[in-house]
């Protein structure tokens, strides 16, 4: 049975970090699309950040370019997510998804796994 867990959501001010990850089991990393999403109340979920496992290959949504950084450790089979520099329209669930199609784009209907999520909430 394929499942993903993400963790490490919380509270955080303007201007901090937090590290959100996704532990999965029942498949390899290393042979997946990873990615995450985000959603807020209201509103489509949409594709934050993709890796390719295959060459390592990471892309960003714009409005988190330069803030998050994507990366996995297929050792460990966990997909992690740093966040830094929030702002509070970074508030959202955030979800990590896998898939298998080649390259990864964040477009939902190409991931066959998803996650619970974990909430981020950016708030002085």
């Known amino acids: 049975e394929v499942q993903l867990v993400e963790s490490g959501g919380g509270l955080v001010q303007p201007g901090g970090s937090l590290r959100v990850s996704c532990v999965g089991s029942?498949?390899?990393?290393?042979?997946?699309?990873m990615g995450w999403f985000r959603q807020t109340p209201g509103k489509e979920r949409e594709g934050v950040a993709t890796?390719?496992?295959?060459?390592?290959?990471?892309a960003y949504t714009n409005s988190v370019k330069g803030r998050f950084t994507i990366s996995q450790d297929n050792a460990k089979n966990t997909l992690y997510l740093q966040m830094n520099s929030l702002k509070p329209e970074d508030t959202a669930m955030y979800y990590c998804?896998?898939?298998?199609?080649?390259?990864?784009?964040?477009?939902?209907?190409?991931?066959?796994?998803w996650g619970q999520g974990t909430r981020v909430t950016v708030s002085s």
């Open positions: 998804a896998a898939g298998f199609t080649f390259p990864p784009r964040p477009v939902i209907a190409d991931y066959n796994y």
């Open positions: 890796i390719n496992s295959n060459n390592g290959g990471t």
């Open positions: 029942g498949f390899s990393f290393s042979s997946n699309c």
